[in-house]
Nanobody
């Protein structure tokens, strides 16, 4: 059974950077879609960024130009480099794994500039808190 464990969250000032990590254990095959999602003060979950095994990525509008998702297949670790952080980025950030459909839905929502709450993802971590002060 795949288990995900996020780390790297913390408190930073606006304009600062953080890198989130998510090593996956119990993997017997590479997940078809890995992603970062977050849940902020509005208590609504939203997709941030997703990546497929071939390296294709998708970003929500809020993440474009500031966040970078990447993965190290040798260590089965997913990363999210977050730069130029803003107070509205404050949230609990989750790492998630899912089937190919999860990335298809993620991309469709981001291209439509719509919020995606990640229903197609099957495995979730416990979350890591990011707090950005202005």
């Amino acid at each position: 059974q795949v288990q995900l464990m996020e780390s790297g969250g913390g408190s930073v000032q606006a304009g600062g950077s953080l890198r989130l990590s998510c090593p996956a254990s119990g993997i017997t095959s590479i997940p078809h879609c890995m992603a970062w999602l977050r849940q902020g003060s509005e208590n609504e979950r939203e997709g941030v960024s997703a990546i497929r095994p071939d390296g294709q990525t998708s970003y929500a509008d809020a993440a474009k130009g500031r966040f970078t998702i990447y993965q190290d297949n040798a260590t089965n670790t997913l990363y999210l480099q977050m730069n130029s952080l803003k107070s509205e980025d404050s949230a609990l950030y989750y790492c998630a794994a899912g089937p190919r459909a999860a990335c298809i839905f993620f991309t469709a929502h981001t291209e439509a500039h719509a919020r995606y709450s990640g229903e197609e993802f099957e495995t979730w971590g416990q979350g890591t808190q990011v707090t950005v002060s202005s």
